[in-house]
């Protein structure tokens, strides 16, 4: 993780350079009760105690003020070529290190739209202002919301890696449970066996664990983020997951359908075909223009718009989020121009970017048909991290 940290550090200096930020400030305290999303990228998983500065500057210094009882922490990151302990206030070495570094900019993690880029509290941003107050730093404050969304958003190579893994572990758990399925099994029994993998596997749910895996059979079943209930799967049924891991700190989020077939059927109905190859038409048609410098409403716009132009409604939630950390990792997303989404739809893709893909339609009588597939945005344009699925998976009532 070390090695991780330091890359991303570094990775930040160059952003900052970027932006013309010439420093980043994350100000926390007792992060184990509210901590910020920023501190994952750069310090970890270790909690900080006392009020904690920490300063990364484009000229690639790193500054970390801490409580005297996590110095020796902040030291073993490998990542601040700074460690300042202190003990009875941070006011002073707060103000000595900013003088130090002369910023006419500093970012701090606010963000009207970036959830990911919003850790510092209110609480603590009044704080921020008494400490700097009768210095000229408080006046040059301002978001780190391009900062974050950039460190988050380009993944590394070693990142890609990490996440490589998730997707592949995801996939066979997925296969497992599938295979598995049978009339009469419920969407908690089928949750349990991804759940048992789960635990041999030695990975953890990349969302709350008791929703995953989404699990939904047939067209009763609550589509979103409802755990699973005891519905049990029947002939003639849709079978729809929503799965993925957390391993080595990065997540996973795949969704795969089945169809059981009713006595008699060698094929699903025509209405279940047609929506399962309407959604793999929007799903590669996505892929294929998620290239940078195209926006996520426009990514967005040709998934909706093929799955529109197949007779069905348009589904009500944004085609595809970034994927890291978090199975929702903040940033930009390919979704449309609707007020709760802000600006997010407006941000530009770029290369590293890793995205979910997740258009979907109900099938009325059958249940419903979601595809996720998770892909990385290249110079050459949209990679599958994973197998994507393109075929629809059939399960015989006998067995």
């Keep these: 993780m070390t090695d991780l940290l330091a890359e991303k550090a570094a990775q930040a200096a160059g952003i900052l350079g970027e932006l013309d930020l010439d420093v980043w400030l994350t100000f926390v305290r007792e992060t184990s009760q509210s901590s910020d999303p920023a501190l994952a990228l750069i310090y970890g998983s270790a909690t900080l105690t006392w009020q904690s500065a920490l300063l990364l500057a484009k000229t690639g210094e790193r500054i970390a003020i801490v409580g005297h009882f996590d110095a020796e922490t902040a030291r073993r990151t490998g990542v601040w070529t700074d460690v300042v302990p202190y003990h009875e206030s941070i006011r002073e070495p707060l103000r000595a290190a900013l003088d130090r570094l002369a910023p006419r900019r500093i970012a701090i993690n606010t963000s009207l739209h970036d959830v990911a880029a919003d850790g510092l509290t209110h609480g603590m ?76 596997e ?23 983020h409802a755990a699973p209930s005891a519905i049990a799967l029947q002939p003639g049924m849709i079978a729809h997951f929503d799965f993925g891991v957390k391993q080595e700190e990065y997540c996973a989020d795949l969704q795969r359908v089945a169809y059981l077939c009713a006595p008699g059927e ?12 309407t959604i793999i038409r929007a799903i590669e048609a996505a892929v294929a223009e998620m290239r940078p410098g195209r926006t996520g409403i426009e990514i967005d716009a ?12 348009e589904y009500k939630y944004g085609t595809g989020h970034h994927l890291g950390r978090n199975a929702h990792d903040g940033a930009g997303i390919l979704g449309p121009a609707w007020e709760r989404y802000g600006t997010a739809p407006h941000r530009r893709l770029e290369a ?22 998770d892909v990385l945005v290249t110079e050459g344009g949209g990679v599958y991290l994973g197998k994507p699925q393109r075929r629809l998976i059939m399960l015989k009532s006998g067995g």
């Design 125 to 200: 941003y009044r704080l921020l202002l008494d400490l700097l107050a009768g210095s000229p730093y408080a006046e040059r404050l301002e978001s780190a919301e391009e900062v974050l969304g950039a460190l988050r958003g380009r993944k590394t190579p070693e990142e890609v890696r990490r996440l490589r893994g998730a997707i592949a572990t995801s996939d066979r758990i997925l296969a497992h449970v599938i295979a598995a399925l049978r009339p009469g099994m419920t969407e908690l029994e089928a949750a349990e066996l991804a759940h048992e993998r789960m635990r041999e």
């Design 202 to 224: 030695g990975v953890e749910a990349a969302w709350d664990y008791d929703g995953c895996p989404i699990v939904n059979f047939g067209p009763d079943s609550v589509v979103g």
């Design 352 to 373: 590293g970017h890793v995205y979910t893909v997740e258009p979907g339609v109900a099938v009325p009588g059958s249940g419903y048909v979601g595809i996720e597939e």
């Design 302 to 313: 040709v998934a909706r718009g093929v799955v529109t132009a197949g007779g069905y409604e």
């Design 266 to 277: 060698t094929e699903a109905p025509e209405p279940v075909r047609r929506a399962f190859a």
